[in-house]
């Protein structure tokens, strides 16, 4: 099954207490990809989520975490803060070595398939994948693919799932 990594944005978005119609759609669709596609997955996260979701500031921090207290975790050693510290460095990534640079530097030496992200700022946007790719290859790892959940969806039935703000 492929690896997803559940970035820090997707786990929160599951959580999220927001009403504006954006975070709706996103805790909607990110909950109805848990329930449907988690389990055609390997599912795995990192110490840096388990990080941002502790924070004291964070939003629903408690019910993050208890979301995914049994989710497998991929370590954090010193391959993944040297790659981070690069991504960095050749500006794939925003300083400091920490956030997006780890989640991306932990997928990629853990050979992660894809990361489940709505950060489309920083991590599932489409105009960094050829820079990315290109300090992964030159560093000798391939780069996951980073889609926001309503891209990785495997329909048995493609009627099964509707976009909610699709017109009828």
């Known amino acids: 099954m492929p690896l997803v990594y559940l970035e820090t944005s997707f786990v929160s978005a599951c959580v999220t207490n927001r009403t504006d119609p954006a975070s709706i759609y996103r805790r909607d669709v990110s909950l109805d990809w848990w329930q449907s596609q988690g389990s055609r997955h390997d599912l795995a996260i ?5 990080a941002e979701l502790s924070r004291p500031t964070y939003p629903m921090s408690r019910e993050a975490l208890e979301r995914v207290a049994h989710v497998p975790l991929l370590d954090i050693d010193e391959d993944v803060r040297g790659f981070a510290a690069i991504l960095v460095r050749e500006q794939v990534m925003p300083a400091p070595v920490a956030g997006d640079a780890v989640h991306v530097a932990v997928a990629c030496v853990h050979d992660v398939d894809f990361i489940l992200s709505w950060n489309v700022r920083h991590l599932a946007n489409p105009n960094k994948l050829t820079h990315l790719r290109t300090v992964c290859v030159r560093a000798g790892y391939l780069p996951p693919r980073i889609v ?18 699709a017109a009828p």
């Open 46 to 50: 990192s110490a840096e989520v388990v």
């Open 148 to 165: 926001t959940p309503d891209l990785l969806w495997e329909d048995d039935d493609a009627t099964d799932r509707q976009d909610p703000h």
